[in-house]
């Protein structure tokens, strides 16, 4: 059996980045970038002032004792380039206004009194003090942004500065799901003897779509030769994923692999040593992939988290896949793992800089009660041994 990180690696060598496309700087928030963001502008795009206050050369205010003439008027932010610094002069500008060529400082006005055209000063300017260069920040043509780069809302802002509107992204994962068990019905229907509510659709539904994915379909298949075959079939091939649950272990029931090869998928691994875990198959046929995650609601939580969401962040052209990891002190003893890597729900909690994570009661991979509890996961190598409270374990944080 191979181990998690062989199955990730398998996938990665898969998994090309989708095509791009362009967004609106309004609907890029959450995208990936496809292309570098670079600076069409220097930033600050001129010499500015940082305060309301006088810009002066603080030499001159030095040596006229700290009393100045005023230029008549004043420079406000918008307005155009002023002319330049007379000498021994002191000029009024506003916050952001350009500041006249010649200026080394600005006085701040709390530190300024003005009167009958002549301004005195409390303090003697520094200078350099309270303006902004041109291009301090950013020179025209640097990369602001590189591609690859998740845009979060400070990256937004940046490509608003670099006039980037429409933006170049990465096309969004397009995903079927489908649910297959003949016990499971819909949240809102009655349930008869036998049957369970299925949880994991809504979940899987809700786990795409909070990465901004497109959940193009749902269904749910019944154990039945023809009805899973036909899912494998009529799988478009415009979509970059189906995700199933359910199927794919070695009861009598369990379909969905061979009907996979039937319909023309090849096989890139089927089970992998995890807990829990473990049935997880992964297909590829064209540009799609099926991920057969095991029915388990936890099982098929922690497969999305190991396999689907780091192989469609990659599809995305993400730079960074996969969960935040934490190092954190665990509150409790925590058993042995066993011979797969393994992977427990725990509560982590962060109080200044530090981690603590508690490890969470479970009654097993279909205990969602304890997983819904749970912010984070606990990584166990195979084979760990038992460690003590206070033990310094890997987290994996579910909700980032
Ligand atoms: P399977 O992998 O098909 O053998 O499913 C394993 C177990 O997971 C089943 O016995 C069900 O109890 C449970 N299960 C399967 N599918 C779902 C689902 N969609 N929602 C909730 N539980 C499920
Ligand atoms: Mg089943």
Redesign the pocket.
């Known amino acids: 059996m191979i181990t998690v990180r062989e199955a990730q690696a398998i996938l990665d060598r898969a998994m090309e980045p989708a095509g791009e496309e362009a967004a609106s700087l309004d609907d890029a928030l959450g995208r990936v970038l496809a292309r570098d963001i670079v600076a069409d502008v220097d930033w600050p795009p001129f010499d500015t002032s940082a305060m309301d206050g006088y810009a002066v050369r603080a030499s001159e205010a030095r040596a006229a004792g700290l009393v100045l003439p005023e230029r008549p008027g004043l420079v406000a932010a918008g307005d155009a380039f002023p002319k330049p610094l007379a000498a021994g002069e002191a000029v009024r500008v506003m916050t952001g206004a350009p500041l006249p060529p010649g200026a080394d400082a600005v006085v701040p006005v709390e530190d300024a009194r003005s009167k009958d055209g002549r301004v005195r000063f409390d303090r003697e300017p520094d200078a350099g003090a309270h303006l902004r260069r041109r291009a301090e920040s950013v020179a025209r043509g640097a990369v602001l942004i590189p591609r690859g780069t998740r845009l979060n809302p400070r990256g937004i802002a940046l490509a608003a500065l670099a006039g980037a509107d429409p933006l170049p992204v990465r096309r969004r994962p397009r995903i079927a799901l489908a ?3 003949n ?2 019905v819909g949240a809102g229907e009655a349930i008869r003897e036998g049957q ?1 509510r ?4 809504p979940m899987l539904a809700a786990l795409c779509r909070e990465r901004g994915w497109l959940v193009e379909h749902r269904d749910r298949v019944a154990d039945e030769m023809a009805a899973v075959d036909r899912m494998f079939r009529a799988a478009s091939d415009g979509l970059d994923a189906l995700v199933t ?5 070695a ?1 009598d029931l ?1 379909l969905l692999p061979a009907a996979a090869e039937r319909a023309g998928w090849e096989i890139l691994f089927h089970r992998v040593s995890v807990r829990p875990g473990k ?1 997880i198959a992964v297909a590829r046929r064209d540009g799609t992939f099926w991920f057969g995650l ?4 936890v099982s098929a939580s922690v497969c999305f988290h190991l396999f689907v969401r780091r192989a469609l962040e990659r599809r995305e052209g993400a730079e960074r896949t996969g969960l935040a990891v934490r190092t954190a002190f665990s509150t409790k003893d925590i058993p042995p793992a066993g011979p797969r890597e393994t992977y427990r729900d725990a509560r982590l909690t962060e109080e200044e800089g530090m981690c603590r994570a508690e490890p969470l009661p479970t009654a097993g991979s ?1 205990d969602i009660a304890a997983h819904a509890r749970a912010n984070a996961l606990i990584r166990l190598p195979a084979g760990s041994g038992a460690l003590p409270a206070g033990s310094s374990v890997t987290c994996l944080l579910l909700d980032r």
């Open positions: 649910t297959t068990g016990e499971l369970l299925d949880s994991n659709g649950t359910g199927g794919v272990s009861g369990d049935p095991p029915g388990n609601p279909h």
